[in-house]
C-alpha cells in the first residue's frame, strides 16, 4: 500500500525567511496530495493541494511542487511570518478515497 | 454552512467507561472519516463510512471500538471499556465525495482523557 514519508520532523526558520517541507511517497497510482496546517490544538485546514496532472501551484506565500517521476512533493512558504508557526502535513491519495498522511513537520518562526 | 461539529469537545471517562463521540457532517456530505491523533504525532486513520455503511474500518481496532453513521442523526464513535491509551483527540472529518476527489473538511475534534 502507500507510504508517505515526510521530513524535517521540525523546522526552524528566522522570519522572513523560506520555508522548505518535502514528502515522498510509494504508490505511483497516488493523484491528489494536499497539505494540511493545524495550529496548536486546532483542526487541520487544507493550504494547498495539487493534483499528479500539474507540476507546481501557487496561492501568495505558498506553493507546492510535485515530482511525478521521483515521487515526491514539496511545500515552500516564502516571508515566512509568525502565524505560519504550526504543524504541517501532508497526504497522498492512491487510487482508492483515503488520504495516507505524512508524520507531520512542526514549523517554528523566530522572531 | 455551520462546518463539521463534533460534540462533546472535551469527555473525561475513568477506565473501564464507555465514551461516545459525535459527528455532524458538513450540510450535503455523506461520506464521513474518524481519526485519531495522539499528542505530538499525525493523525491515524480509523474508519470512512456513509451514510448506513461503513465502507473502511480498517483503521480500527478490532475490540470495543465501533462506529455508525445512521440515516438520520450524526456519526458516533464509541469506545467501550475505556483504557488509558485510548486518551487522544479524535477528529471527524467529512467530504461531498470520496476523499480522492477534493478536501476533506474537519471539525474541531474531542478530545478524550481516560483517568
Known amino acids: 500500500g502507500e507510504n508517505v514519508e515526510q521530513h524535517p520532523s521540525t523546522l526552524s526558520v528566522q522570519e522572513g525567511d523560506s520555508a522548505v517541507i518535502k514528502c515522498t511517497y510509494s504508490?505511483?497510482?497516488?493523484?491528489?496530495f494536499p497539505w494540511y496546517k493545524q495550529e496548536l490544538g486546532k483542526r487541520p485546514q487544507l493550504i494547498i493541494d495539487?493534483?499528479?496532472n500539474v507540476g507546481e501551484k501557487k496561492d501568495q506565500r505558498i506553493a507546492v511542487t510535485l515530482n511525478k517521476t521521483a515521487k515526491h512533493f514539496s511545500l515552500h512558504i516564502t516571508e515566512t511570518q509568525p502565524e505560519d508557526s504550526a504543524v504541517y502535513f501532508c497526504?497522498?491519495?492512491?487510487?482508492?478515497?483515503?488520504?495516507?498522511w505524512g508524520a507531520g513537520t512542526k514549523l517554528i518562526i523566530k522572531p | 454552512n455551520a462546518g463539521v461539529m463534533q460534540n462533546p469537545r472535551h469527555l473525561v471517562r475513568r477506565r473501564g467507561q464507555e465514551a461516545r463521540l459525535r459527528c455532524s457532517p458538513m450540510?450535503?456530505?455523506?461520506?464521513v472519516y474518524w481519526y485519531r491523533q495522539l499528542p505530538e504525532e499525525g493523525l491515524k486513520f480509523m474508519v470512512y463510512?456513509?451514510?448506513?455503511?461503513?465502507?473502511?474500518e480498517s483503521g480500527m481496532p478490532k475490540e470495543r471500538f465501533s462506529a455508525e453513521f445512521p440515516k438520520e442523526g450524526p456519526s458516533i464513535l464509541r469506545i467501550q471499556q475505556v483504557v488509558r491509551g485510548d486518551s487522544a483527540a479524535y477528529f471527524c472529518?467529512?467530504?461531498?465525495?470520496?476523499?480522492?476527489?477534493?478536501?476533506?473538511?474537519f471539525g474541531e475534534g474531542s478530545r478524550l482523557t481516560v483517568l
Open positions: 472529518a467529512s467530504s461531498p465525495t470520496q476523499g480522492d476527489t477534493g478536501e476533506l473538511f
Open positions: 450540510k450535503g456530505h455523506s461520506h
Open positions: 463510512l456513509q451514510k448506513e455503511n461503513i465502507i473502511d
Open positions: 504508490d505511483s497510482a497516488s493523484n491528489y
Open positions: 495539487i493534483r499528479s
Open positions: 497526504a497522498a491519495v492512491p487510487s482508492n478515497y483515503q488520504l495516507i
